[in-house]
């Protein structure tokens, strides 16, 4: 086994792509799937992206060349996630984890070799915890009030609507900006290889989307992925979100996938027909 650093660029080369392939290849056995593909791909293609987050990104290979692992951040910077199921990668990410100071490691709490092996260790659980739900039915009704405009972004796109929507809709209180720089990061987060305009809807209504969701899903796979889901302030418990997770769920099934899932233990999700399958707990040096 041997360790390389992740290339410093956003560029979609074909170690990002080896990357998400492998990840992908795991997620479909059922392991690690807290972190499915499309959050490695989001990370990358998100809009405040910088190259310094690359910087601690480690990639597992054996002898073969052949990814085995993968050690990465997220927002929460002290926060690492890992995808492997092999043991001595596990083994290097703790020694790494425990030689790195203020890391904290994301660890699923159906991993039970890396569990028994943090024992002998000084990480202690948090009360910081991540949650995948998966959909119990393969429909979603909803109703459409009259003056809204239920379509995917295949149909039309504004990149202007489009950056509003994710402001607004995930409470930014500072002052939106539309320069030219802004609306190009906005627009390289549906810009990535495997994201597609037919898997995101918006709810239009009076000029501006009021409701946007995607689901990342990849031909011949078996699970797709709600990210992001957001109703902007006005709108919302109006039905514009379930709207536009219902045209999702429908198109991503339509096209193959047996299982929809979200990363979330919220309620409104559990009233579409969510349940909680898989956890995650963050553990910390005591």
Known sequence: MYVRDYPLNHLYHDIFESIRTFIEKLNESHISINYHWSRWEWYIARADAS???????????????E????????DEKDVYYYVSDDIEVKDDILGYILDTPMAKLMIEDNDL????MVKETSLVKTDYIEHMARLKTDHI???LSEGFNLHDLNESYDVRKHHLCLWKGFDHKDKISYDEASLHLRKRQISSPHFKKSYAYVMEKDDQYAAYTSIWYKDSTNIAMLEPVCTIPEFRRMGM???TISKCVEQAIKDGAK???VGSNKVFYKHLGFEVFNTATVYKKS
């Open 51 to 65: 190259i310094s987050d690359l910087e601690n990104i480690r990639i597992y290979y054996n002898d073969r060349d």
């Open 241 to 243: 979100a379930r709207a």
């Open 67 to 74: 990814i085995i692992g993968v050690l990465m951040l997220e």
């Open 113 to 116: 070799d890396m569990l028994e």
């Open 259 to 261: 299982e929809i899932i």
């Open 141 to 143: 009704d909803f109703s």
